[in-house]
């Protein structure tokens, strides 16, 4: 068994523009200046209502799921308009498809709805390739590793046989409360510097780069 969990937004697909664009009209909604484009994207990864208390500290926990329900609903219209790209970054088709054809069991852990990733991968013709996926419908946020021990359950692979691909430090941080290996990628909303300190024992320039680390 080798098990590949990748996360989604900013490790296979590039979903920024429609994350802050959703996260602008939120706050704007309330009446709140939105923050700045960095600050959002810097909270991607992280499960709705605790993207919103990074980004709005002195929110009470009805606030932020208040504010969580107002995203989806703006997200849900931008993609009925046809507003939402999430396209897959450059190469990763062909990540995914190598190691499929290769025997690797696939998987995806997310912070996004089970709905929008299951738009999201069938958008880009990716579902079939994957035995098991986890969102934030179903675990709490990470870093707590419950997506990823779910995804060892769901495929019956051993965490020495499964290795954790993602763009933030919470996916490190989720995959070290695992037991599970982490590598990162150095095209999605975290530096290189931040994935290492996080526990990563590698960070891929490229695709290219990450198919190789994965099948030395």
């Known amino acids: 068994m080798k098990l590949a969990v990748f996360d989604c937004d900013g490790t296979l697909v590039d979903g920024q523009a429609a994350i802050c664009e959703a996260m602008e009209a939120t706050f704007g909604g309330v009446g709140l200046p939105a923050p700045s484009r960095t600050e959002i994207r810097r909270a991607v990864g992280l499960s709705l209502p605790q993207a919103v208390r990074r980004l709005l500290p002195d ?26 790209s999430q396209p897959l970054f450059e190469g990763v088709r062909e990540v995914l498809e190598t190691l499929h054809a290769q025997g690797w069991t696939l998987a995806v852990a997310t912070g996004m709805s089970d709905r929008g990733l299951e738009h999201c991968l069938a958008n880009n013709g990716i579902a079939q390739l994957f035995s098991s996926l986890q969102t934030a419908d179903r675990h709490p946020s990470k870093p707590h590793p419950a997506m990823l021990e779910e995804a060892l359950f769901e495929t ?8 954790m691909i993602g763009d933030t430090a919470f996916d490190m941080q989720m995959a070290r409360g695992a037991f599970v290996r982490a590598i990162g990628v150095d095209w999605g909303y975290h530096h290189p510097h931040e994935l290492l300190e996080a526990g990563a024992e590698a960070v891929a320039e490229t695709p290219a780069q990450l198919l190789e680390q994965l099948l030395k």
């Open 59 to 84: 929110s009470t926990s009805e606030q932020q799921q208040a504010m969580a329900d107002a995203y989806k609903q703006a997200f849900r219209q931008a993609r009925t308009e046809g507003r939402v």
């Open 156 to 163: 019956g692979a051993q965490p020495s046989e499964a290795v």
